[in-house]
Nanobody
Framework: QVRLLESGGGTVQPGGSLRLSCVAD????????MAWFRHAPGKEREGVAT????????VYADPVKGRFSVSRDDAKKATFLRMNDLQPEDTAMYYC??????????????????WGQGTQVTVST
């Protein structure tokens, strides 16, 4: 069992930056693959980034490539999402998720087992 707790959300102006954090309780094999998803009102949930243990593999969704950076600190049982040049279309609830399995299955399209409660990111003037 893994419990995930996100933090770091907030309201910023376009072009601003935020750093989201996700801390895991019960770090086990089930957290080999960590991911960030987001869900905006009226839209489907979409994957943002995945990162495998030891950062062996990192995947970004096209809309965030070059602006967002995912990282993890396995010693601290934490995963981070640095978001730069935020735009209004990035406004959403951001969720941390985890799953076990091999690096080959650490994909945005994979089924994730554990989910956090989310942290709100709002980009507005």
């Amino acid at each position: 069992q893994v419990r995930l707790l996100e933090s770091g959300g907030g309201t910023v102006q376009p072009g601003g930056s935020l750093r989201l954090s996700c801390v895991a309780d019960g770090w086990t094999y089930s957290a080999n693959c960590m991911a960030w998803f987001r869900h905006a009102p009226g839209k489907e949930r979409e994957g943002v980034a995945t990162i495998y243990v030891n950062a062996e593999k990192i995947v970004y969704a096209d809309p965030v490539k070059g602006r967002f950076s995912v990282s993890r600190d396995d010693a601290k049982k934490a995963t981070f999402l640095r978001m730069n040049d935020l735009q209004p279309e990035d406004t959403a609830m951001y969720y941390c998720a985890s799953r076990g399995g091999s690096v080959h299955n650490c994909l945005l399209t994979a089924d994730f087992t554990f989910w956090g409660q989310g942290t709100q990111v709002t980009v507005s003037t």
